[in-house]
């Protein structure tokens, strides 16, 4: 019992839901659901920074691989352009269609 009390509380904590979802979702009536919070020096949403921190480590390891795919993606496209096995390829510059309105007439 008291191990829903817990899960309970860290979602308060978290702002993933309010006092009322909470009764609905451990079937209890509200009263008993604030009244086990309380009692329990629960803070609603005092945990907020958590799923944020969560978050952004999700983020910045998403685009860690990304930058690993892509990085391996561009080089195997490039490879396709060299004349010769090892050769140095110069990208394209393509800053001048950075700006470009693609509805200009």
Do not use: Q
Not at 76 to 83: Q, R, V, W
Request: proline share 2%; glycine share 6%.
């Amino acid at each position: 019992m008291e191990i829903e009390w817990t899960r309970a509380i860290a979602l308060f904590e978290r702002g993933e839901y309010n006092a009322k979802k909470l009764a609905d979702l451990f079937g209890v009536c509200d009263r008993t659901m604030r009244a086990g919070l309380k009692a329990r020096g629960a803070v609603k949403d005092c945990r907020v920074h958590e799923i944020r921190d969560e978050v952004c480590a999700i983020v910045l390891e998403h685009r860690r691989i990304n930058k690993i795919r892509d990085d391996a993606n561009l080089r195997m496209f490039a490879s396709l352009f060299e004349k010769y096995p090892g050769e140095a390829f110069e990208p394209l510059d393509l800053s001048e269609f950075a700006n470009m309105d693609i509805f200009e007439g």
